[in-house]
């Protein structure tokens, strides 16, 4: 079962003692001595697991949202290519830190055949391996899908087109659920491509500009809107760009 | 909301009003006052520092001050408030990194250090920087009858033989820093100390009661993420 309360940092969250053996922490969540605290403010999750298959009890961790972006390992980013070398790219992601992309690691690529990215690409990526203090490691191979880069239908890749936007972590990572509302209603009245990344970029892309527009608007306006609100702002959006 | 003064030794604070975020080039920002003394703070990083300036074990804070007339800063004023920072944060979490902190004192009707420096906590909080615990800024001015006032206002700064201002960790009241001026007696200075350490737990909560607004706010647009 899913429990939320919201924590500020120095907040004690659980004792040694009682945890010991039985529960994970995850971020946002340090060890001070005897106790575990807080080190972010936001809602402290706890979920319970069934200990007899992992042997853990509960896991706990602390969703934040911030607008500078924490690299975890296997969340979908959208990068920006900032410096290209011989192997590699260097992408930016938001993060403390750049993010370094494998020339090779693209589904099917070879040293011959590869993707030529340029300064300002958008590129959609899985991060491989974060580290604390050093860059991150991108990767656009696909863990289950393995559609080559060429053929264009490759999960991860180049983010041609389109128009990106930049908003919340908090708020990115809730378009991605499957009943969110914004992305759905949009989808009821226009066909439109989205991909989100978890760094909080969003990039859209539809058959005219004045759909990516609306499209782009709706999305920034969403994030401050209680979702009754947010489906007569479409509608209204929609009205505006048919009459 | 303001609180009814207190008669006997020790004066208490005036209404605080804290607004989180809202500066669009930042990754974090707080405005915040003790009546009608009022701070912004604004907040980039963690981010790569220059190869001159990084630190392979831990993050580099640097303050910047903006007052316009000085209005009681100076560079080592800055330095305290750095190193008080410093301790707060939690730099290894994020080695050859930066975390830029800009302060800029609005308007000043006394306390002017103590609404700064919680605006810049606040604006901390609102960043997601990791931070090793909770702690609230609150000035105190000694006055000629040995009266100590919390969160004084000009008027009564200038009147005062002294002021500190202190930075207290909640909830086991340690000082983190003092920021002392003007001559007080050891004892007058003591019980300004522990006044700091009663009011700055109302700091504190009210910092809570303003993320946690801004945090049901999210949740209530955005569904349970």
């Known amino acids: 079962p899913k429990m939320a309360k919201t924590v500020m940092p120095g907040d004690v969250v659980a004792t040694m003692q009682e945890s010991r053996s039985k529960r994970m922490f995850g971020c946002g969540i340090s060890q001070d001595g005897e106790n575990l605290v807080a080190i972010r403010a936001g809602q402290l999750r706890t979920v319970g697991e069934n200990q007899s298959k992992t042997g853990i009890e509960m896991r706990m961790w602390i969703d934040s949202n911030t607008k500078r972006y924490v690299p975890v390992d296997e969340d979908l980013v959208i990068g920006i290519v900032v410096d290209k070398r011989t192997e590699d790219y260097r992408l930016d992601v938001r993060g403390p830190s750049y993010g370094v992309l494998s020339a090779l690691s693209f589904e099917g690529a070879t040293k011959r055949n590869k993707p030529k990215l340029e300064i300002g690409s958008l590129v959609y990526c899985r991060v491989s391996n974060s580290y604390r203090d050093a860059e991150s490691e991108l990767s656009c191979l696909s863990l289950t899908y393995k559609k080559g880069w060429m053929t264009g239908q490759a999960v991860f890749g180049e983010l041609e087109g389109g128009h990106m936007i930049e908003t919340s972590i908090g708020y990115a990572r809730s378009l991605l659920l499957p009943e969110n509302v914004v992305v759905n209603c949009l989808g009821r009245h226009l066909a439109y491509e989205i991909a989100v990344g978890c760094n909080g970029r969003i990039w859209i892309k539809s058959d005219s500009v004045a759909k990516t527009i609306l499209i782009a608007n709706a999305i920034r306006n969403a994030e401050f809107l209680d979702p009754s609100r947010t489906e007569s702002m479409i509608e209204q959006l929609i009205k505006h760009l048919q009459g | ?225």
């Open chain 2, 1 to 225: 909301c303001r609180s009814p003064n207190r008669s006997g030794g020790h004066v208490r604070m005036r209404g605080m009003a804290c607004e989180a975020g809202g500066l669009g080039g930042c990754d974090g920002a707080a405005r915040l006052s003790h009546g009608g003394t009022t701070s912004i703070a604004g907040i980039v990083g963690p981010r790569e520092a220059k190869a001159s300036s990084r630190d392979s074990d831990e993050s580099r804070v640097v303050v910047h001050v903006s007052a316009q007339g000085g209005g009681g800063w100076r560079r080592d004023t800055e330095e305290v408030v750095r190193q008080t920072l410093e301790a707060l944060i939690m730099r290894s979490y994020n080695p050859m990194c930066v975390i830029d902190v800009t302060i800029q004192p609005l308007s000043d009707d006394g306390s002017s250090m103590a609404a700064s420096i919680n605006a810049a906590i606040a604006a901390l909080i609102d960043a997601g920087v990791p931070l090793r615990f909770a702690a609230a800024a609150v000035c105190c001015a000694v006055m000629e009858d040995g009266t100590i006032v919390s969160d004084p206002s000009r008027e009564q700064e200038t009147k005062a033989v002294g002021t500190c201002t202190f930075v207290v960790r909640i909830p086991n009241e340690e000082i983190v820093s003092s920021i002392p001026s003007g001559f007080v007696q050891e004892k007058s200075y003591l019980a300004a100390m522990e006044a700091a350490c009663s009011e700055a737990h109302i700091v504190s909560a009210f910092l809570r009661m303003a993320m946690e607004q801004k945090i049901s706010r999210e949740r209530q647009c955005w569904g349970d993420v």
